[in-house]
């Protein structure tokens, strides 16, 4: 007898959630936003390559060319994109690359976790510091926090950090990245705050970006007293607390680099880094970036 069903079993009605999640992402690709797939987990949905290696192996930034380098795989290609996405069939959402051109984004993530009230934070910084929060887009989580989309300029590193400049703020700077509007995870959907999914990142308010940024390089080539300074650098990463920890490792790496003992150091600075609480595949990292992100045109 003929059947009157109008989806056949095996046609499903309606797409999947990694089909929807591409769909998300090349429509942010097209604005200049980089994207990799994510997992409900909203961490990266490749696994990485590189597993198995003992963590004093080089860390590969997609070097060895094959996905799965978190991050390091964003693009904006729509046939790079799609591979991704192809080798993620699980994907329900996507990340956007902070820090890399056009947009140079930074993430301001507003928590609501712990009774914090990070939008009043913020606010408080603002009096403060004397800037104002431009109008730009926003993305609401499902636990009712905000990620304010702000653009950085192309000379300045912002790293990330939770937590260390308010309680219940986090940012998203080089490195990191955001979850994009429309990504579905195990918690809810990520979406665009009404009014504001057409604008542009806004350039973040010189007071803040100072605020975000670590402190001035200096100029002054390390003659006379390396081991010094040397120390100086390992124990400013020592005498960190949770929070800024990653923060902490990746200044002093950079002036570590900065100063032409970057190599020299690592070990050490590694190595404070995993007696404050990072592991060792998270201190390498951090070092890995800051030697990359000092390392001139």
């Given at each position: 007898?003929a059947?009157t069903?109008?989806?056949?079993?095996?046609?499903?009605?309606?797409?999947?959630?990694?089909?929807?999640?591409?769909a998300?992402?090349?429509?942010?690709?097209?604005?200049?936003?980089?994207?990799?797939?994510?997992?409900?987990?909203?961490?990266?949905?490749?696994?990485?390559?590189?597993?198995?290696?003992?963590?004093?192996?080089?860390?590969?930034?997609?070097?060895?060319?094959l996905?799965?380098?978190?991050?390091?795989?964003?693009?904006t290609?729509?046939?790079?994109?799609?591979?991704?996405?192809?080798?993620?069939?699980r994907?329900?959402g996507?990340?956007?690359?902070?820090?890399?051109?056009?947009?140079?984004?930074?993430?301001v993530?507003?928590?609501?976790?712990s009774?914090?009230?990070?939008?009043?934070?913020?606010r408080?910084?603002?009096?403060?510091?004397?800037?104002?929060?431009?109008?730009?887009?926003v993305?609401?989580?499902?636990s009712?926090?905000?990620?304010?989309?702000?653009?950085?300029?192309p000379?300045?590193?912002?790293?990330?950090?939770?937590?260390?400049?308010?309680?219940?703020?986090?940012?998203?700077?080089?490195?990191?990245?955001?979850?994009?509007?429309?990504?579905?995870?195990?918690?809810?959907?990520?979406?665009?705050?009404?009014?504001?999914?057409?604008?542009?990142?806004?350039?973040?308010?010189?007071?803040?970006?100072?605020?975000?940024?670590?402190?001035?390089?200096?100029?002054?080539?390390?003659?006379?007293?390396?081991?010094?300074?040397?120390?100086?650098?390992?124990?400013?990463?020592?005498?960190?607390?949770?929070?800024?920890?990653?923060?902490?490792?990746?200044?002093?790496?950079?002036?570590?680099?900065?100063?032409?003992?970057?190599?020299?150091?690592?070990?050490?600075?590694?190595?404070?880094a995993?007696?404050?609480?990072?592991?060792?595949?998270?201190?390498?990292?951090?070092?890995?970036?800051?030697?990359?992100?000092?390392?001139?045109?």
């Amino acid at each position: 007898m003929a059947t009157t069903d109008r989806h056949p079993p095996h046609s499903p009605p309606h797409p999947s959630l990694a089909t929807l999640a591409l769909a998300h992402a090349l429509s942010a690709a097209e604005r200049g936003l980089a994207v990799i797939p994510l997992a409900r987990t909203k961490l990266p949905a490749l696994p990485s390559p590189h597993r198995g290696d003992p963590p004093t192996a080089p860390r590969c930034h997609g070097e060895c060319g094959l996905p799965g380098h978190g991050v390091y795989d964003a693009s904006t290609d729509p046939r790079r994109i799609r591979a991704l996405f192809a080798a993620a069939p699980r994907a329900t959402g996507y990340g956007i690359a902070c820090g890399l051109a056009p947009h140079h984004l930074i993430g301001v993530d507003l928590d609501t976790k712990s009774g914090t009230d990070a939008s009043a934070a913020l606010r408080e910084l603002a009096l403060r510091h004397l800037f104002t929060i431009p109008d730009t887009v926003v993305v609401a989580t499902p636990s009712g926090g905000r990620h304010l989309w702000l653009s950085g300029p192309p000379d300045a590193v912002v790293p990330n950090s939770a937590s260390r400049l308010a309680p219940g703020i986090d940012i998203r700077g080089a490195g990191g990245y955001l979850v994009g509007p429309g990504s579905r995870t195990e918690h809810g959907v990520y979406s665009t705050v009404p009014g504001t999914g057409h604008l542009p990142p806004a350039p973040c308010p010189p007071a803040l970006l100072r605020l975000l940024t670590p402190p001035p390089r200096t100029h002054h080539p390390m003659t006379g007293r390396p081991g010094q300074h040397g120390l100086g650098l390992v124990q400013f990463v020592l005498s960190a607390h949770e929070g800024q920890r990653n923060t902490r490792l990746f200044w002093a790496a950079c002036r570590a680099y900065e100063n032409g003992v970057g190599d020299t150091l690592a070990d050490a600075l590694a190595d404070a880094a995993v007696r404050t609480g990072l592991t060792e595949r998270e201190a390498r990292s951090t070092i890995a970036s800051a030697a990359r992100l000092t390392a001139g045109p």
